[in-house]
């Protein structure tokens, strides 16, 4: 089989997506879309996989999913150019990853870093821990090589499912013969992309924190959690104050967002952020006037995202469509990688009559 270079990524829809998606993967999935560079894309709406640890709140997953679509479209995914699908509704991948759980051991899962950490953070070593979850990687493999991905742009913290995936996919291809693609794993190139912190300063944005900026605020929302909620620098209580960068929200996120014609249009007094910093540094510049600067640079960058999902909104028939027609186009794929993963195991019994001679032989 001819190696092309396809990608798959995706997300769990258990919530509207924000700002932290969109540095760490949306923005990039664009650029890799519009790039030429690859063969085809999938996004995968994983609500499976959400539902691992929302099972008590099935309707939490159902009523997201379309928050999630809206969003893609939103940013600029191209549903002409990039495959949107639904996890559910792709019966080879609940196959596929049975037939690999028998490829790994409860020992090695229960070693991966990220799922040790994902289950510390949910509270699952007190109040028990589901099977569904603790077998995600499993899942997860299932999901990439379905697609027979080359490439899943990831974030760091992610890398240890990815080696996961490649585990699975080798001793499969040794004991079965050369069946499944080894995908290669992308992390985005700086510190920022890898994770925005919520506005509190916490190294994540959560719903349940109320620290994430959503990419559907509206722009009175955003100026209000900017304002109220983002962390600056404690030690600067005066104008003319000193001012320290690390740990300082407010300046991590105009590294994220702002660009060089944000100065020239909303505070002309610099030419870039690095002429800003200084002042702030060395003292005489407000954090109420850095938090002006990057309401205005935030609104400017999701005014065009917030009028296309407005667009979208109009018209979720349409919408639907898009993600009908995509889970279609991702069924005949993941299928497709189901039956040749069962050749190559010779359990696809039924596909020609050779078995029975087989058989016949034994008795």
Request: contains cysteine; proline residues 5%; glycine residues 6%.
């Amino acid at each position: 089989m001819a190696e092309k270079k396809i990608i798959l990524t995706g997300d769990r829809p258990t919530g509207r997506l924000h700002l932290g998606h969109y540095v760490g993967s949306l923005k990039r999935r664009v650029e890799m879309q519009n790039s030429g560079e690859y063969d085809q894309i999938n996004i995968l709406i994983a609500d499976d996989q959400a539902l691992t640890d929302n099972a008590d709140n099935p309707g939490k997953i159902r009523d997201n999913i379309i928050q999630v679509v809206l969003d893609y479209l939103a940013v600029g995914i191209d549903p002409a150019r990039t495959t949107i699908c639904v996890q559910s509704a792709l019966p080879a991948l609940h196959a596929l990853t049975f037939y690999y759980l028998n490829m790994v051991t409860t020992a090695r899962l229960s070693r991966n870093p990220t799922v040790k950490a994902e289950i510390q953070m949910r509270g699952f070593e007190d109040e028990g821990l589901p099977a569904g979850f603790f077998t995600y990687p499993v899942s997860q493999a299932a999901d990439i090589t379905a697609f027979n991905a080359t490439v899943v742009p990831v974030g760091e913290d992610q890398l240890p499912m990815i080696e996961q995936t490649r585990e699975i996919v080798e001793k499969f291809n040794r004991i079965y013969g050369e069946t499944l693609v080894m995908p290669k794993a992308v992390i985005p190139e700086n510190a920022v992309q890898r994770r925005l912190p919520g506005v509190d300063g916490s190294a994540k944005m959560s719903k349940s924190l109320g620290n994430g900026i959503y990419l559907s605020d509206t722009a009175a929302t955003v100026k209000k959690l900017v304002n109220g909620k983002m962390f600056t620098d404690p030690q600067h209580l005066r104008i003319e104050d000193p001012g320290h960068l690390e740990g300082n929200v407010v300046f991590t996120y105009l590294d994220a967002f702002s660009r060089p014609e944000h100065f020239a249009e909303f505070l002309p007094q610099y030419t870039c952020l690095d002429e800003m910093k200084e002042h702030y540094k060395r003292g005489g510049l407000g954090d109420g006037t850095c938090k002006k600067f990057l309401i205005s640079v935030l609104n400017e960058m999701m005014d065009p995202i917030r009028t296309e999902r407005a667009r979208w909104e109009a018209d979720l028939d349409t919408v639907y469509d898009i993600l009908r027609e995509g889970t279609a186009r991702a069924r005949a794929i993941t299928d497709e990688t189901l039956a040749r993963v069962r050749h190559a195991m010779r359990i696809d019994y039924f596909e020609d009559r050779s078995i029975l001679d087989e058989w016949k032989k034994l008795l």
